[in-house]
C-alpha cells in the first residue's frame, strides 16, 4: 500500500530555501512517477514539478523553473523539491503524489496517491 509523507515545509523570508521531502511507503520494486502539486487559499491546485519512475526525465512549471528542483534518493524511496530564492506566491499548501502510469501527467487527477500536504509560507 502507497502511503505518502511530505515533512519539509516552514516559514521563511523572501529569497530563502526550503527543501520537502515525500517519503513512500511503498518498498516493492515498482517504480511510481511523483509529483509535487500546491495549492494556495481561494485558488485550484496547481502543478509544480515532477519526476518519471525511471528518473530519466523532470517536468516543471513556468512559475518555479530555474528556481524548484525534483529529485530522488531511490534508497530512502524519498523524492525532494529544493526550493531555491523563494517567493511570497510561492505560499501554499505543498503536495506530493504518485502513480503508476508509463508517461508523467502534469494533472492531478491522474495521481492516486497523495499525502497530507505541508505549509510552505514565504514572507515579504
Same mark, same amino acid.
Given at each position: 500500500?502507497?502511503?505518502?509523507?511530505?515533512?519539509?515545509?516552514?516559514?521563511? @523570508?523572501?529569497?530563502?530555501?526550503?527543501?520537502?521531502?515525500?517519503?513512500?511507503?511503498?518498498?516493492?520494486?515498482?517504480?511510481?512517477?511523483?509529483?509535487?502539486?500546491? @495549492?494556495?487559499?481561494?485558488? $485550484?491546485? $496547481?502543478?509544480?514539478?515532477?519526476?518519471?519512475?525511471?528518473?530519466?526525465?523532470? *517536468? *516543471?512549471?513556468?512559475?518555479?523553473?530555474?528556481?524548484?528542483?525534483?529529485?530522488?534518493?531511490?534508497?530512502?524511496?524519498?523524492? *525532494?523539491? @529544493?526550493?531555491?530564492?523563494?517567493?511570497?506566491?510561492?505560499?501554499?499548501?505543498?503536495?506530493?503524489?504518485?502513480?503508476?502510469?508509463?508517461?508523467?501527467?502534469?494533472?492531478?487527477?491522474?495521481?492516486? *496517491?497523495?499525502?497530507?500536504?505541508? @505549509?510552505?509560507?514565504?514572507?515579504?
Amino acid at each position: 500500500q502507497v502511503q505518502l509523507v511530505e515533512s519539509g515545509g516552514g516559514l521563511v @523570508q523572501a529569497g530563502d530555501s526550503l527543501k520537502l521531502s515525500c517519503a513512500n511507503s511503498d518498498r516493492t520494486s515498482k517504480g511510481y512517477n511523483v509529483a509535487w502539486f500546491r @495549492q494556495a487559499p481561494g485558488k $485550484e491546485r $496547481e502543478f509544480v514539478a515532477a519526476m518519471h519512475w525511471s528518473g530519466g526525465s523532470t *517536468y *516543471y512549471a513556468d512559475s518555479v523553473k530555474g528556481r524548484f528542483t525534483i529529485s530522488r534518493d531511490s534508497a530512502k524511496n524519498t523524492v *525532494y523539491l @529544493q526550493m531555491n530564492s523563494l517567493k511570497p506566491e510561492d505560499t501554499a499548501l505543498y503536495f506530493c503524489a504518485a502513480n503508476s502510469e508509463l508517461y508523467v501527467d502534469l494533472k492531478a487527477p491522474m495521481y492516486v *496517491y497523495w499525502g497530507q500536504g505541508t @505549509q510552505v509560507t514565504v514572507s515579504s
